[in-house]
């Protein structure tokens, strides 16, 4: 098959649509099909902010990579960019002649991956990662009619598509209150349990990444954007209770984002600044490695759809601890870790407390989630994936 992905969001942003339509292209590559990326075009300083070289990505036979011209648009990761949609993929498109379009968010690039399949008669796959509600937070107009005019196009796009997918349940729910229909099914984006997992893991690791960044041997990790819907406020605080217990607490932070600062703030504000340790952005292996080295994922986050961080931690066989909000009551469950009220830092830091004090309860979470994560393997979901296309191109 001949598949082309549209997105809005793509490397070097940090992100975890872009982590999974990668490792997912890669493994349809891997087993014959051709791949053609239409993405936004990034500038030097959106791979600066994220310590990453100023060069395209290399992703090995059978995919290519198209850039569209964009402009900087005001998100969390300071990375984020908006393309007009002039349609000028139209011509690589009929070029390319691909037998499915998918398309992984709605804005310019998303236009262009329906004008496209609507003009070349294409099957248009379309894929909301996105808890809409809460991206419109970022919306430069907070007028109440502008959201929910947003709101009306965000279904108007998706009831244009043959087949609709969702990380979570939690998506569809939303927007089948606001008027979709169309036939849908809920698919995790995948993990790589290459890359996120104790089989890569080498002999005196944990004690090397400790040493590097200066861990204890009772760190609780948290991964992904510094953002104000993240939340990670709730887990600074809870910091300070558990400190008052366990007086070797650390709470490593990798990532990058707008709410650093306020965060930073915020810890010499409880005297829990040597606790808190600000990783920034890791590459994929370094981050995996943390992991290894830590104890508890913790995610306080309202605007999940899935959480790709989350699920890397599982197959790193971190127990998780997260709140009861969108999709995280979809993923975590009794065996592999906690679920809590939304901003209830008491609860969060009883939670940790009880998790580092008792081995055996720790151990046997670790090992829910590890069991748990499989399913959502590379290899699992592409198999999803290549039926739902092949459905698509037969009708």
Same mark, same amino acid.
């Given at each position: 098959?001949?598949?082309?992905?549209?997105?809005?969001?793509?490397?070097?942003?940090?992100?975890?649509?872009?982590?999974?339509?990668?490792?997912?292209?890669?493994?349809?590559?891997?087993?014959?099909?051709?791949?053609?990326?239409?993405?936004?075009?990034?500038?030097?300083?959106?791979?600066?902010?994220?310590?990453?070289?100023?060069?395209?990505?290399?992703? $090995?036979?059978?995919?290519? *990579?198209?850039?569209? #011209?964009?402009?900087?648009?005001? %998100?969390?990761?300071?990375?984020? /960019? @908006?393309?007009?949609?002039?349609?000028?993929?139209?011509?690589?498109?009929?070029?390319?002649?691909?037998?499915?379009?998918?398309?992984?968010?709605?804005?310019?690039?998303?236009?262009?991956?329906?004008?496209?399949?609507?003009?070349?008669?294409?099957?248009?796959?379309?894929?909301?990662?996105?808890?809409?509600?809460?991206?419109?937070?970022?919306?430069?107009?907070?007028?109440?009619?502008?959201?929910?005019?947003?709101?009306?196009?965000?279904?108007?796009?998706?009831?244009?598509?043959?087949?609709?997918?969702?990380?979570?349940?939690?998506?569809?729910?939303?927007?089948?209150?606001?008027?979709?229909?169309?036939?849908?099914?809920?698919?995790?984006?995948?993990?790589?349990?290459?890359?996120?997992?104790?089989?890569?893991?080498?002999? $005196?690791?944990?004690?090397? *990444?400790?040493?590097? #960044?200066?861990?204890?041997?009772? %760190?609780?990790?948290?991964?992904? /954007? @510094?953002?104000?819907?993240?939340?990670?406020?709730?887990?600074?605080?809870?910091?300070?209770?558990?400190?008052?217990?366990?007086?070797?607490?650390?709470?490593?932070?990798?990532?990058?984002?707008?709410?650093?600062?306020?965060?930073?703030?915020?810890?010499?504000?409880?005297?829990?600044?040597?606790?808190?340790?600000?990783?920034?952005?890791?590459?994929?292996?370094?981050?995996?490695?943390?992991?290894?080295?830590?104890?508890?994922?913790?995610?306080?986050?309202?605007?999940?759809?899935?959480?790709?961080?989350?699920?890397?931690?599982?197959?790193?066989?971190?127990?998780?601890?997260?709140?009861?909000?969108?999709?995280?009551?979809?993923?975590?469950?009794?065996?592999?870790?906690?679920?809590?009220?939304?901003?209830?830092?008491?609860?969060?830091?009883?939670?940790? *407390?009880?998790?580092?004090?008792?081995?055996?309860?720790?151990?046997?979470?670790?090992?829910?989630? @590890?069991?748990?994560?499989?399913?959502?393997?590379?290899?699992?979901?592409?198999?999803?994936?290549?039926?739902?296309?092949?459905?698509?191109?037969?009708?």
């Amino acid at each position: 098959m001949k598949i082309a992905f549209f997105s809005d969001n793509f490397y070097p942003e940090l992100s975890g649509i872009s982590d999974s339509i990668i490792a997912l292209a890669k493994e349809l590559a891997k087993r014959g099909h051709e791949i053609n990326f239409y993405v936004p075009k990034y500038q030097p300083k959106d791979y600066n902010v994220a310590n990453l070289p100023k060069q395209e990505l290399d992703l $090995g036979n059978n995919i290519k *990579i198209h850039r569209l #011209f964009s402009f900087p648009y005001p %998100t969390a990761t300071g990375q984020s /960019r @908006l393309v007009s949609p002039i349609f000028l993929s139209l011509f690589g498109i009929k070029k390319f002649s691909p037998d499915i379009i998918h398309s992984q968010l709605f804005f310019g690039v998303g236009l262009e991956a329906l004008f496209s399949a609507k003009l070349n008669k294409i099957p248009l796959v379309g894929t909301n990662h996105t808890a809409i509600t809460e991206f419109l937070h970022y919306s430069p107009i907070k007028a109440k009619w502008v959201q929910n005019l947003m709101l009306k196009y965000v279904v108007w796009y998706y009831n244009q598509c043959d087949y609709v997918s969702a990380p979570s349940q939690s998506v569809f729910t939303e927007m089948s209150e606001l008027g979709f229909y169309r036939p849908h099914k809920a698919i995790s984006n995948p993990i790589d349990l290459e890359i996120f997992s104790e089989k890569s893991k080498i002999e $005196g690791e944990a004690e090397e *990444i400790k040493k590097k #960044f200066q861990l204890s041997d009772n %760190t609780i990790i948290y991964a992904g /954007r @510094l953002a104000a819907e993240k939340n990670i406020d709730v887990i600074i605080r809870a910091i300070a209770i558990v400190k008052e217990k366990i007086p070797t607490i650390n709470f490593a932070i990798a990532g990058h984002g707008s709410a650093l600062t306020f965060l930073k703030n915020l810890a010499k504000e409880l005297f829990i600044e040597d606790r808190i340790k600000f990783l920034g952005t890791l590459d994929k292996e370094t981050l995996a490695k943390v992991y290894r080295a830590s104890k508890i994922f913790v995610i306080t986050s309202t605007s999940e759809t899935q959480s790709m961080t989350l699920m890397q931690a599982m197959g790193c066989r971190l127990p998780v601890i997260g709140v009861k909000a969108r999709a995280l009551p979809e993923y975590i469950n009794h065996k592999n870790g906690f679920l809590i009220e939304i901003n209830d830092h008491v609860a969060l830091a009883n939670k940790i *407390i009880f998790l580092l004090k008792d081995d055996n309860m720790r151990k046997k979470l670790s090992t829910g989630s @590890l069991d748990f994560v499989q399913q959502y393997s590379v290899k699992n979901i592409a198999n999803q994936w290549e039926k739902i296309y092949q459905n698509l191109i037969k009708t």
